[in-house]
């Protein structure tokens, strides 16, 4: 038994999974705004059960803010004997160059949409043990962030993006999925005179959250449709042949595309506060639905 674990754990970490989603910092931004944006009593609900991290059983991967559980399911990689099961319900690609289904590739609830849905109804449910709750608040905040990175939903027969190298600017040695998760979203949300984490209004709200994550996903995979794999590689014919393997991403390329990304991350970090406020709401959820807000 013992050598098929260590087996198993081999194999695990040698199976090929696509890139993480927005990198560490761009994924505590949205906990962080998400933790600006939730109610005083939602917050301490939140805190109460961070403080029930022990019962997890993970001291390798922390869990004592909301900022550690944006990036805890990633951590979770590093025991892929243990969390394998969850390696693909961080994505949920779809062809660019096809007509958009929201019910394809997702067997058996195995995707990132369907994970945000069933990850709310778990922390919803106070009938729970404390502990799955709290893994659920991980995998929800984490998730929500993911949805919105583009090339989490868009794909061109390249991993979303994985396959296809990509300098930036005058660095080399990204590849295009590599880019919008790291130096792309690092630079849109780090301007200093326009912080993304703050209170945001009500009618901030209304304009950028709302929706399911169904439709977050389609967001997302409009933006690579219309913008990322056009932008990257120069053409409005973005079908008709295959891509190159490797391009690179000009400086105007990059300005163009700080505003998408920061959008992006202010929305994930907004509609994890709504999905927040609504899992502590007191009442069952309506079933296979995430509560939502409406703008």
Known sequence: MRRLLVLLAVLLALAPVPALAWGEYAHRQTATIAEANVSPEVRAKVRAMLAREKELGTPDCPLKTLQDASVWPDCLRGEGWRWGFTFAWHYRTAPVCKA??????????????????????????????????LAALAFLVHFAGDVHMPLHSGDNEDQGGNARKADYGIKPGYNLHAIWDGPLAERAISDPADPVVRRYSAAE??????????????????????????????????????????????????????????????????RIADLLEDAFKPGPLVPDEPRRRRG
């Open 205 to 270: 709200r209304a304009e950028l959250a709302g929706g399911s994550p169904d439709d977050w996903g389609r967001e997302s995979w409009e933006i690579a449709r219309s913008f990322v794999y056009p932008t990257a590689f120069d053409t409005e014919d973005l079908c008709s042949q295959p891509l190159p393997d490797r391009t690179a991403l000009s400086q105007d390329d990059i300005v163009r595309g700080v505003p998408i990304a920061r959008k992006r991350v202010v929305q994930a970090g907004l």
């Open 100 to 133: 958009f289904d929201p019910k394809a590739n997702c067997s058996g609830g195995n995707c990132v949409t369907a994970q945000i849905v069933r990850a709310q109804r778990v922390l919803a449910d106070e009938r729970l043990p404390a502990h799955e709750r």
